[in-house]
C-alpha cells in the first residue's frame, strides 16, 4: 500500500515538472528560408503562396507575366532591376502588396492597366514597407498606387513613363517618405492625397525630369524646391538622376555612395580630386581612381583625404589598391561636405622668436623652416608672416619671406606700439605638398619703467617712524604716469640674503606712493621698492637705501634709583628724630 502511494506521488511529481519544463522553454525561432524562383517555384507568385512570413524570395533574371500579390510579410529581391522583369500584360495591378513590412527590390514593374485600379505597385493597407532599387516604368495608369498605407519609405527608384508616376489615393496614407528616386517623363509625376508626405530625407530629395531650378552653390541640390518654389513638396529636388554609382569622364573616376556627389574637379598640377558630398544622413562614399589619371606610383598611406579641410586620419579611411587602379572608402556626418582626394605630401612650418618680450623701439627675429612629409625642405617658397593685437580675429600681413637654400626663413620685426602680439606663419604649398601654418607664439612688447624711492630719515631712534615715498613712471612720451598701480616695498637686515615684505602701498593719480614705517628693532636695514608692470609696461624695482635704527640712549639703572630714594628716606627720617629729640619747648 505504501509502496502504491508513493509511486503515484512521484508520478504526479514527474508529471507536474514536466509541465512546467514546458512552459518555461522557449520556442526556437525559424531562420528565414530562401525561396528561388523560377526553380523550384516556377512562379514568383507559387513562391510567395509556400512562404512563411519572413521568407526571402529571390528571383532569377527573366521576364514573368504575372499579377504577384504579396500578403505575407518578405522579401521580395530581383536579381538585377535591367534583367528582372515582371510584365503586368497590360492589364491590371502588377504587384500588390497588402502586408506590412515587405521590402520589394530588384525588379522592373512595367505594363500595368489602364483602368483607375490599375498601376505598377500598389501599397494596400501595406504599412512599414521598402521599395528600393526598382524600375517602375510603361505603365498605362500610375507606376506606384498607395492607398490606406503609412510609414513607407520609396527610394532609388526609378519611375518613369508613366501616366502618373505616383498616386497616393487616399487622406489616411500617413508619412510616406520619397527620396532619391528618378522622375523621368511620367505625364504627371505625382497626384497626392496623402498627409504628410515627405519627398526628401532632410537633405536630399528626388530628381524631376522637368525642374527648372538651379545649384549656384554646386552641391547637387536645386537652390529653390519642386515644383513650386514657394510652397515646394520636394525641398532638396536633386539636379542629376540619383544613383549610388556614378562614373565622372572622361577622369573614369568611380565611385559608389550613398550621398549626392556633384561639382567634381580634377587638378593634375595639385594631383588631387575634389567633388561636394550631400547626405540626409551618415554619408559613406568609396572613389576608385585609375593610377594613370594622377600618374604616380607610391605607397597607399600617402594618400589623403580633406573633408572640409580636415585631413583624415589613416583609421578614418580605408585604402585599397591593385597594379591599375586605388579605392579610397570614408564616412562622413550628415549634411554637406568638400572633399578632397590627393596624394600631395603634408608640411610642416615652425616658428621661433628671439625673445619672447622686448621693449618699444627693440627688434625681434621671427625664424622657422618648413618641412615636406618625407623630411625634405622646401627652398625658394613664400611664407607669410601675420600678427594680430591677442584676443583679436583678423590676422594681418607683417612681412613676406623666400626660405634660403637649407628652407629656413628669419624677419627682423621692430614694434612700434606696446602690446601683446600673436604671431604665425604660413605658406600655400607648391604642387607635390600641401602648405601649412604654424603654431601661434605670443610676443609682449612694452615701455620701460623707473621706480624711485626715497627714505625722509637715513638714520632713525627706535621707536620713532620713516616715511618711504617715491613715484613710477614709464618710459612712454604721451603716458608717463603710472596711477593706481601696485608698489611693493620691503626690507631686510643689512647682510641678510631673505627680504622680508613691509607693506603694498597703490600709487595716487601722480604716480606716486608713500608708506610710514615703525621699525621695532634696532639694526641697519636695507629697503627696495618693486612693482611688476601692467599690459603695457615692464616692471622694476628701486635702488636699495640703508636705514640705520639706533637704540634709544641710556637712562638711570633703576638700582641707583631706588638706592637714591632710600638715602633720602634715612636722612628725611633722621631730621625728623634729630628735632623731634633734642630741641625742646621754648629753645631756640
Not at 522579401?75 to 515587405?102: F, Q
Not at 532599387?133 to 520609396?154: E, L, P, W
Not at 627652398?379 to 594680430?388: A, D, F, G
Request: charged share 15%; proline share 5%.
Amino acid at each position: 500500500m505504501h509502496k502504491m502511494t508513493f509511486l503515484a506521488v512521484s508520478f504526479s511529481i514527474f508529471l507536474l515538472l514536466a509541465t512546467l519544463g514546458a512552459l518555461f522553454v522557449t520556442p526556437a525561432t525559424a531562420s528565414p528560408e530562401i525561396r528561388r524562383v523560377p526553380t523550384p517555384y516556377p512562379t514568383i507568385q507559387a513562391a510567395i503562396n509556400a512562404a512563411n512570413p519572413g521568407d526571402i524570395i529571390e528571383v532569377a533574371s527573366n521576364t514573368y507575366y504575372e499579377h504577384v500579390v504579396v500578403n505575407k510579410s518578405l522579401k521580395l529581391i530581383g536579381e538585377s532591376s535591367s534583367t528582372t522583369i515582371i510584365d503586368g500584360n497590360g492589364t491590371g495591378i502588377v504587384v500588390r502588396c497588402s502586408a506590412p513590412d515587405v521590402e520589394i527590390r530588384g525588379f522592373t514593374v512595367q505594363n500595368g492597366g489602364v483602368s483607375p485600379n490599375s498601376g505598377g505597385i500598389m501599397l494596400l493597407g501595406s504599412n512599414s514597407s521598402i521599395i528600393v532599387g526598382n524600375k517602375i516604368m510603361n505603365n498605362s495608369y500610375a507606376g506606384i498606387v498607395i492607398r490606406d498605407s503609412s510609414n513607407n519609405v520609396i527610394h532609388n527608384n526609378l519611375i518613369a513613363n508613366n501616366s502618373w508616376g505616383v498616386w497616393i489615393t487616399s487622406p489616411s496614407s500617413l508619412l510616406n517618405t520619397f527620396y532619391h528616386n528618378n522622375f523621368i517623363n511620367n505625364l504627371d509625376h505625382v497626384n497626392s492625397f496623402g498627409t504628410a508626405t515627405k519627398w526628401d530625407n532632410g537633405a536630399e530629395g528626388n530628381y524631376w525630369s522637368d525642374y527648372v531650378g538651379v545649384d549656384a552653390n554646386g552641391d547637387g541640390i536645386g537652390d529653390t524646391g519642386y515644383p513650386d518654389p514657394i510652397f515646394p513638396m520636394d525641398k532638396y529636388p536633386l539636379m542629376e538622376p540619383w544613383s549610388p554609382y556614378r562614373v565622372f569622364l572622361p577622369y573614369n573616376v568611380n565611385t559608389f555612395s550613398n550621398s549626392t556627389l556633384a561639382s567634381f574637379n580634377f587638378s593634375q598640377s595639385l594631383k588631387q580630386i575634389s567633388f561636394n558630398a550631400t547626405s540626409g544622413a551618415s554619408g559613406f562614399c568609396n572613389v576608385t581612381i585609375p593610377k594613370t589619371l594622377l600618374n604616380i606610383s607610391i605607397p597607399e598611406v600617402r594618400w589623403k583625404v580633406i573633408i572640409d579641410g580636415r585631413l583624415l586620419s589613416t583609421e578614418e579611411r580605408t585604402v585599397t589598391e591593385n597594379e591599375t587602379h586605388t579605392s579610397i572608402y570614408f564616412t562622413y556626418t550628415h549634411g554637406t561636405h568638400r572633399v578632397q582626394i590627393t596624394t600631395r605630401m603634408s608640411s610642416t612650418i615652425s616658428i621661433a622668436f628671439s625673445s619672447a618680450s622686448i621693449t618699444v623701439g627693440s627688434n625681434i627675429t621671427i625664424s622657422g623652416s618648413i618641412t615636406a612629409e618625407n623630411l625634405t625642405g622646401r627652398p625658394n617658397v613664400t611664407v607669410t608672416i601675420h600678427y594680430r593685437l591677442s584676443g583679436g580675429v583678423d590676422w594681418d600681413t607683417l612681412a613676406t619671406r623666400k626660405t634660403d637654400p637649407n628652407s629656413n626663413y628669419n624677419y627682423l620685426w621692430t614694434p612700434d606700439a606696446a602690446g601683446t602680439y600673436e604671431v604665425m606663419a604660413s605658406w600655400d604649398g607648391d604642387d607635390a605638398t600641401f602648405g601649412n601654418q604654424s603654431n601661434v607664439l605670443t610676443l609682449a612688447v612694452k615701455w620701460t619703467s623707473t621706480l624711485l624711492m626715497a627714505l625722509s630719515s637715513d638714520s632713525i631712534t627706535l621707536g620713532d617712524n620713516v616715511t618711504i615715498s617715491g613715484n613710477v613712471t614709464a618710459n612712454d612720451p604721451t603716458n608717463p604716469l603710472r596711477p593706481n598701480v601696485n608698489v611693493m616695498i620691503q626690507c631686510k637686515v643689512s647682510g641678510a640674503e631673505t627680504w622680508t615684505w613691509l607693506a603694498n602701498v597703490t600709487t595716487d593719480s601722480d604716480g606716486i606712493y608713500s608708506y610710514v614705517w615703525t621699525p621695532d628693532a634696532a639694526g641697519t636695514y636695507e629697503v627696495m621698492a618693486s612693482w611688476d608692470g601692467d599690459d603695457a609696461t615692464f616692471g622694476n624695482q628701486s635702488h636699495m637705501l640703508t636705514l640705520t635704527v639706533q637704540e634709544a640712549p641710556a637712562g638711570i639703572p633703576l638700582t641707583v634709583v631706588v638706592a637714591a630714594v632710600v638715602a633720602i628716606v634715612i636722612i628725611a627720617a633722621a631730621i625728623v628724630v634729630y628735632f623731634v629729640r633734642f630741641r625742646k619747648p621754648g629753645r631756640k
